[in-house]
């Protein structure tokens, strides 16, 4: 089936990203067998069920990552990866051609060893696999994707005037739970008067103004790896003959 062919494949451009040295510097990505739910009559052909091999570039990187990272440890991750990318497109074909290898070599025997498990599933074994799968798939790969953006070093989104607001009371509220104290806090932000509001919307404008200078470094950096899909997109504002980026 069309599912199990692909293997669900986690990441688009896998190999461009590197996102696999998130969180391990270069750990493989579980198969979708990993988290989803596994009936006990074929639990022993899941849990043997293969890591999808990592590509040329990605094999590349994490061997040069923990060396890059010991020749800068102050550097941030979105810096070595520009640094690494580089040296990949700089190696000579007959040096990639060692790496492009050994993954044609793990492919292969991953797909065989795919079919191989594939054959011993009955029909609603395959059904059960799948619902759980696609249930947890949007979730997985979001969550894949925040990793990604994290190791990256994508700047943080601006706060609201509201959000700095909370930020800032919650720690001086000591008395009653969290939704107790997010209720009083509420409460607190609905009688401040507009010139107390002013403080904080003038805040959060000054993050707005370290945001965009911060994602426009950010993105030049992302446009040298080649990664133009983690660019924003611009849209207009409602009313306004001026744009603003996501």
Known sequence: MA???GVWSVLSALGKSGADLCAGCG??????????????????????YPKK????????????????????PDAKNSELIRKIAQLWREL???????????????????????????????????VSLEKEILQ?????????KKRELTMLGKPKRPRSA???????????????????????????????????KQVYIQLANDDKIRYYNEMKSWEEQMMEVGRNDLLRRTVKHHGKDDTEEY
């Open 162 to 196: 509201y959000n700095i607001f909370i930020a800032e009371r919650f720690q001086e509220t000591k008395d009653g739970t969290s939704q107790v104290k997010l209720k009083t806090i509420n409460e607190n932000w609905k009688n401040l008067s507009s010139s107390q």
């Open 136 to 144: 947890k798939r949007l979730k997985k790969k979001a969550l894949i």
């Open 3 to 5: 599912l199990f062919r």
């Open 92 to 126: 000579p074909d007959s040096e990639k051609k060692i790496y492009e290898d050994a993954y044609r070599a793990d492919w292969q025997a991953y797909k065989e060893e795919i079919n191989r498990i594939q054959e011993q599933l009955t029909p609603s074994q395959i």
């Open 27 to 48: 750990s493989r990505l579980r198969s979708p067998f990993s988290f989803a739910y596994v009936p006990r009559c074929f639990s022993s052909a899941a849990n043997s």
């Open 53 to 72: 091999p990592l590509t040329s570039y990605v094999r590349f990187s994490k061997e040069q990552l923990p060396l890059f990272k010991a020749q800068n």
